[in-house]
């Protein structure tokens, strides 16, 4: 084994090491991959939109009294053994998590907030790693940028579709939700 084969991490290894570090770490094929830096406008853009996001998806479970949780970038979702991402947002449907639970197994909804030190990394290699998991429904890929939202959805075939959407009603079906675009964003 050779050296560098040797400092990749699992993504149980990452998660014991990375707990409670702040900003936002993640693991990509064994490499520990960190937050980024960006310019202070971009940031409260990011995560005013990632706010919203989080409020406009349980919002929705709520008024679809559906059996479903959303969390905002607080657990891991694991794409392989030595992958772990943590998304901006998510929707989980199942029990419901313990209060200590590091990863969310099984996601229904996945959300990224789009920067431009990120978004070729969410549109590609995130794209691929969360349809990987069978029981992805929908990734939303968000750009507070132009106020719009990317809609990846998985139909009953197993294609995945594509729509940009920057107003309107958007659907997640399953597990049946509903909400405005312009709700992804918060106020004005």
Not at 15 to 30: I, P, Q, S, T
Not at 71 to 100: E, F, K, N, Q
Not at 174 to 188: I, K, R
Request: proline fraction near 7%; include cysteine; charge should be negative.
């Amino acid at each position: 084994m050779t050296d560098a084969a040797q400092n990749l991490m699992t993504v149980d290894e990452f998660l014991v090491a990375y707990e409670g570090r702040e900003g936002k770490w993640e693991l990509d094929d064994g490499v520990v991959v960190g937050p980024a830096i960006g310019m202070a406008s971009e940031q409260v853009d990011h995560g005013r939109t990632k706010a919203a996001t989080w409020l406009a998806l349980r919002d929705a479970i709520r008024r679809a009294k559906a059996p479903c949780e959303a969390m905002i970038d607080s657990v891991a979702v694991r794409i392989s053994p030595r992958t772990a991402y943590i998304p901006d947002a998510l929707v989980y449907g199942g029990p419901r998590l313990p209060g200590d639970a590091r990863e969310a197994p099984d996601p229904l909804i996945v959300v990224e907030v789009v920067s431009p030190s990120t978004e070729r990394r969410d549109e590609r290699r995130k794209f691929v790693g969360y349809f990987s998991l069978p029981g992805v429904r929908h990734y939303l890929i968000v750009d507070p940028r132009d106020r719009s939202v990317f809609h990846h959805r998985r139909g009953e075939d197993g294609r995945i579709e594509a729509r940009l959407l920057e107003s309107g009603a958007l659907a997640l079906e399953p597990p049946g939700l509903e909400f405005n675009v312009e709700d992804l964003f918060g106020e004005a």
